[in-house]
């Protein structure tokens, strides 16, 4: 009689390292919501009630815009000291600066129409889109003798820039803090973590 041998696997093995590999990915996949969740949270509690965010709460032509003024505040702070008045935005507009020039990419970030308006020491430049869906109204709002850091490059906190993006599509009435909150008016913030390394090694 010959001999014969049969190998009997455990019963639901396949099965068992399958639940364990799934309820290891679902662990990861809370754990990344929790995070996600709470990062999200502690940024919004970081801003005021009539601020936003550059990175997380403006658009895709929003930030554009939001960025072409950061480089144009510089420009138009040197333009001031070198003659002692602040440009015009017929003067930016004849630079090229954007985004106060004319042209296809202006366009394309809702058109914007752009008034210099000046109040007691300082002077705002506002942008009214001629197409809110697109992007917000803006206003860059500088003081008319700003302080320089070393580099001789304007203080961020002596430049602020502000959205409108709720109500009819208007010129403010006023440019002090008090008054575009009042008009719903937002102060865009930039911020910057430990993730954006770019910034951290500029200071």
């Known amino acids: ?9 455990p019963a639901g093995a396949g099965h068992e390292t399958l639940w364990v590999l799934l309820a290891a990915a679902g662990v990861l996949a809370l754990a990344a919501l929790v995070i ?8 919004a509690a970081a801003l005021a009630t009539h601020q936003v965010d550059a990175r997380t709460q403006l658009n895709a032509a929003e930030q554009g815009v939001h960025a072409d ?8 702070a040197a333009l001031r000291d070198s ?3 602040m440009p015009t935005v017929e003067a930016l507009r004849d630079m090229g600066l954007p985004p106060f020039s004319a042209g296809p990419e202006a366009r394309a970030r809702g058109a914007h129409e752009w008034r210099a308006t000046p109040q007691g020491h300082d002077l705002a430049y506002v942008g009214r889109s001629a197409e809110p869906q697109v992007a917000g109204s803006f206003l860059l709002r500088l003081p008319a003798t700003a302080g320089k850091d070393g580099a001789g490059h304007a203080h961020d906190d002596a430049v602020e820039i502000w959205i409108q993006r709720e109500g009819s ?3 403010p009435e006023g440019i002090d803090e ?11 913030i930039t911020r910057y973590d430990a993730g954006v390394t770019r910034q951290g090694a500029a200071h």
Do not use: F, N, Y
């Open 69 to 76: 003024l950061l480089v144009a505040a510089e420009e138009i």
């Open 169 to 171: 599509v208007t010129w």
């Open 36 to 43: 996600g969740v709470r990062a999200k949270t502690e940024a």
């Open 83 to 85: 003659e002692q008045a």
């Open 1 to 9: 009689m010959s001999a014969h041998t049969q190998v009997v696997r």
């Open 178 to 188: 008090p008054a575009l909150v009042r008009q719903g008016w937002r102060q865009v």
